[in-house]
């Protein structure tokens, strides 16, 4: 179609073929891994827009307005950095409320196939998340 693959994307298909060819050097295959005669594509850091605290105060008021469920969304995606899909694979197991963790173990994913949508939940690697600042709870 004519359209160029982004920067990120180019970097990430020469990583991969780094790591094929690399395969094929060490059974003999290849004298030398090609890729390594090139270089990465220079990437500029783009900046990252942070909430200012009077708009997350305004986007807690509207949430709690809305409902009960995306209040507690906003509040634990902001205090964990978590995303939606690790919110809402959280169980209720995952809590610890005596220690006041948030263990990150589950992922809940939403795709696309066919015109159609699937829920489905995969597992995220058991990472501790704190949920709360000087002992007090969400």
């Not at 982004?6 to 891994?33: C, E, Q, S």
């Not at 900046?47 to 986007?59: C, R």
């Not at 906003?74 to 209720?92: C, D, P, Q, S």
Request: aromatic share 10%; net charge positive.
């Amino acid at each position: 179609d004519g359209s160029k693959l982004a920067p990120r994307t180019v970097n990430a298909i020469r990583r991969l073929l780094k790591m094929v060819f690399k395969y094929a050097v060490g059974d003999g295959l290849l004298m030398k891994n090609p890729v390594e005669l090139t270089k990465p594509i220079r990437i500029e850091p783009t900046p990252i827009n942070v909430f200012k605290v009077a708009e997350y105060q305004k986007l807690l008021e509207v949430a709690k307005a809305e409902s009960c469920r995306d209040y507690l969304v906003v509040r634990i995606a902001f205090a964990t950095g978590m995303r939606i899909g690790e919110i809402f694979g959280l169980e209720y197991s995952a809590i610890d409320f005596e220690k006041n963790l948030i263990y990150r173990n589950r992922r809940h994913n939403r795709f696309e196939e066919d015109g159609k949508w699937f829920d489905s939940a995969d597992y995220a690697g058991g990472v501790i998340v704190l949920y709360s600042g000087g002992g007090r709870p969400l």
